[in-house]
T-cell receptor
Framework: AQKVTQAQTEISVVEKEDVTLDCVYE???????LFWYKQPPSGELVFLIR??????QNEISGRYSWNFQKSTSSFNFTITASQVVDSAVYFC???????????FGKGTHLIIQP | SAVISQKPSRDICQRGTSLTIQCQVD?????MFWYRQQPGQSLTLIAT?????????ESGFVIDKFPISRPNLTFSTLTVSNMSPEDSSIYLC?????????????FGPGTRLTVL
């Protein structure tokens, strides 16, 4: 069985602070894929990143960066110099190597205060 | 990426009735999925909608309650049958392009269902 744990239910920071959202996963698959999605108050799900299990290279996209560590089964997401528009619920998700859908974590509600 | 639309965007229904949600994609996609997001909760996969065959349901979801159709590669429907207030949720359609499992999954805008 697959499982994704986002232990942080809610995080509140002041604008311009850096913030890291944690994601820990469990899977028996040797090949798997990890995702992050953003769900702003409007409700739509916005795809942020996909990472393959065989590629442990960290990735940076503007103010966003992701740290993938297979040794600790973690795929953490960092926002630097946070902005109010970053306020949203962020979901980490996992997909095994077969043709199935995503297993989501419970989400982290990020609040950026001005 | 594919553009996904869902109808209706929201609805308020009475207990015991059924609602059919439509998902339309602007291009042919191999994989289509239906998810449920209960209020304040995460997303849970209901089923994989298979073109030309019966949907594949996840544990806890059954065809009698959530019948799914997928007549072609651009369209699918999810019916929520014999509704109760516990079915109040956002229902989301998701698609994956290509045959590789590492493709991104994109989500529709969702259908917000309230059952009274």
């Amino acid at each position: 069985a697959q499982k994704v744990t986002q232990a942080q239910t809610e995080i509140s920071v002041v604008e311009k602070e850096d913030v890291t959202l944690d994601c820990v996963y469990e899977t028996r698959d040797t090949t798997y894929y990890l995702f992050w999605y953003k769900q702003p108050p409007s409700g739509e799900l916005v795809f942020l990143i996909r990472r393959n299990s065989f590629d442990e290279q960290n990735e940076i996209s503007g103010r966003y960066s992701w740290n993938f560590q297979k040794s600790t089964s973690s795929f953490n997401f960092t926002i630097t110099a946070s902005q109010v528009v970053d306020s949203a619920v962020y979901f980490c998700a996992l997909r095994g190597g077969g043709a199935d859908g995503l297993t989501f974590g419970k989400g982290t509600h990020l609040i950026i205060q001005p | 990426s594919a553009v996904i639309s869902q109808k209706p965007s929201r609805d308020i229904c009475q207990r015991g009735t059924s609602l059919t949600i439509q998902c339309q994609v602007d291009s042919q996609v191999t994989m289509m999925f239906w998810y449920r997001q209960q209020p304040g909760q995460s997303l849970t996969l209901i089923a994989t909608a298979n073109q030309g065959s019966e949907a594949t349901y996840e544990s806890g979801f059954v065809i009698d309650k959530f019948p799914i159709s997928r007549p072609n590669l651009t369209f699918s429907t999810l019916t929520v049958s014999n509704m109760s207030p516990e079915d109040s949720s956002i229902y989301l359609c998701s698609v994956e392009e290509g045959r590789q499992s590492y493709n991104e999954q994109f989500f529709g805008p969702g259908t917000r269902l309230t059952v009274l």
